[in-house]
């Protein structure tokens, strides 16, 4: 018997292969990234350290101790609970690695990150999509037939959950959540929440929306700077758990990267000690372009409120459902502007487009503007 290797099978994000072959003015509504300045405290922490005479130290394989207490601080939990990664992608690598093995099942939501599927494909994994409930929430239901009809044939391992959700914003409500964890324990499987977007949100900050251990200490929860904290480009993450299920992802993660780099480190650090400031601040950018989104020509503009993150999570018009990644090269090539066909999120997702709003808010309006024609008429 023949098989392919693990790597054959993975190609390169959607995302980036629609905007590696743009015209040079398409305006990039893909990226999923905050477009406002990375915030003060980060760049202070980053300034001393450069300006440090003195030796640029690996520091512990687990993170710097300054990064893992506030990390710990911000979750309300020990530092034992924390390991400090490369990003949430690495801490979701090294969970993956860590928990799953070839062959056993790994339950994603569809629509959904598409990362979920190259990390379970990596481990030899089986990818099983479940479906989220109206709006893109959380729904158990969905996520129980879907549990029990993997475990009738296999092991299921790990049952990711993401809310608010890349790419349609839905939540959890906390009860979801709670039923969810029951569920995967009731089948031996791992729950992951990933939950990068949960401090970004267009709300009073008590109206975000609940964390996994708001409502059970078991599973694992990942976050990062990326998105609340404005710093994607520090490549800082974590994950949070009870130490037997960290320790194999702390050998993993340290076999890939050692550490995460130490000046990235200092820089977290300093972003998570001053959150309050840093999140409200996230937050009112958020809002601004929210409403840029609201106020669009009305076929494109955003309808639904997200529980979190900056995705307007669109539904095309009919004429495109026939070939809508052809429908996006058009958007690209003659309106200027770059979306993430839905079909990169699972095959649920064949009938939207996700829109970041996360930029520049006049490229925001400017490219919503040019959406709009495509929107009216084939
Ligand atoms: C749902 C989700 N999880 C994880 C990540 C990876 O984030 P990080 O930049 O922290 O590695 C992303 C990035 O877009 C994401 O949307």
């Known amino acids: 018997m023949t098989t392919v290797p693990r790597v054959e099978r993975l190609s390169a994000p959607a995302v980036r292969q629609l905007a590696k072959g743009a015209p040079p003015d398409a305006i990039d509504l893909g990226l999923g990234q905050p477009g406002w300045a990375l915030p003060e405290p980060a760049r202070q922490a980053l300034a001393a350290a450069g300006a440090e005479e003195a030796p640029c130290p690996y520091g512990p394989n687990e993170g710097l101790p300054a990064l893992v207490e506030a990390v710990a ?144 200490d078991e599973g694992v929860v990942v976050s990062s700077v990326s998105k609340a904290w404005a710093a994607p480009g520090l490549r800082v993450g974590w994950a949070v758990g009870r130490p037997d299920l960290l320790a194999p992802a702390r050998l993993v993660h340290a076999a890939m990267t050692t550490a995460p780099a130490r000046p990235s480190q200092l820089a977290a650090a300093a972003l998570l000690r001053e959150s309050a400031t840093v999140l409200a601040e996230s937050c009112s950018q958020l809002v601004r372009r929210w409403s840029v989104a609201q106020t669009a020509p009305h076929p494109v503009a955003a309808a639904v409120t997200p529980a979190g993150g900056f995705y307007h999570w669109l539904e095309l018009p009919a004429w495109a459902l026939a070939d809508p990644m052809a429908f996006c090269l058009r958007l690209r090539d003659e309106g200027l502007v770059t979306v993430v066909p839905g079909s990169a999120f699972g095959n649920a997702g064949n009938d939207h487009v996700r829109i970041s709003c996360g930029g520049d808010p006049r490229q925001l309006a400017e490219g919503l503007r040019r959406l709009d024609r495509f929107w009216r008429a084939p």
């Open 73 to 216: 601080d911000h979750h309300r939990t020990d530092p034992g609970q924390v390991l400090v990664t490369h990003g949430a992608q690495g801490a979701l690598f090294a969970l993956f690695q860590a928990h799953v093995n070839p062959g056993q099942r790994v339950l994603v939501p569809d629509p959904g990150f598409p990362g979920y599927r190259t990390l379970a494909t990596l481990c030899g994994g089986e990818v099983v999509p479940y479906r989220l409930g109206p709006r893109g929430r959380l729904d158990p239901d969905a996520l129980g037939h879907a549990l029990q009809a993997a475990a009738a044939d296999g092991d299921v391992a790990m049952v990711l959950l993401n809310h608010p959700s890349n790419p349609t914003g839905g939540g959890a409500t906390a009860e979801a959540l709670a039923e969810a964890a029951e569920l995967a324990g009731r089948h031996g499987a791992l729950v992951i929440s990933d939950e990068v977007y949960r401090e970004l949100h267009l709300g009073h900050p008590d109206r975000r929306q609940a964390s996994l251990h708001d409502v059970t």
